[in-house]
């Protein structure tokens, strides 16, 4: 049964960095591009970064372009967020999805009903 699982959420001040993971079981995860999202308490999930199954394309919310680094290695299976000069606005509960194709598309990368086999997530936590 595929499932994703992520990793590397925590505690951290303003500025700092955090690397998020996914892991991925049970899926043909070179075939299929992935996203992060993240739902703050009392807000929609929003999507924060879509990268295709090469990893040859990215995209990014407006909000964190500039700081957040999405990639992939498709040998470990794994998907990777790099969150650097993170803000308090920052926090919130982070997943990643296995996206419906090998693409991100670009009107709809964002959308939630793009993505299938979420993960638990892994909270992030930024002070002031």
């Known amino acids: 049964q595929e499932h994703v699982v992520e990793s590397g959420g925590g505690l951290v001040q303003a500025g700092e960095s955090l690397r998020l993971s996914c892991l991925a079981y049970?899926?043909?995860?070179?075939?299929?591009?992935m996203g992060w999202f993240r739902q703050a308490p009392g807000k929609e999930r929003e999507g924060v970064s879509c990268i295709s199954w090469s990893g040859k394309t990215t995209y990014y919310a407006d909000s964190v372009r500039g700081r957040f680094t999405v990639s992939r290695d498709n040998a470990k299976n794994t998907l990777y967020l790099q969150m650097n000069n993170l803000k308090p606005e920052d926090t919130a509960m982070y997943f990643c999805?296995?996206?419906?194709?090998?693409?991100?598309?670009?009107?709809?990368?964002?959308?939630?009903?793009?993505?299938?086999?979420w993960g638990q997530g892994t909270h992030v936590n930024v002070s002031s």
């Open positions: 999805a296995k996206g419906t194709y090998d693409f991100c598309a670009p009107s709809s990368w964002s959308s939630t009903r793009k993505y299938n086999s």
């Open positions: 049970g899926l043909s995860f070179d075939e299929y591009a």
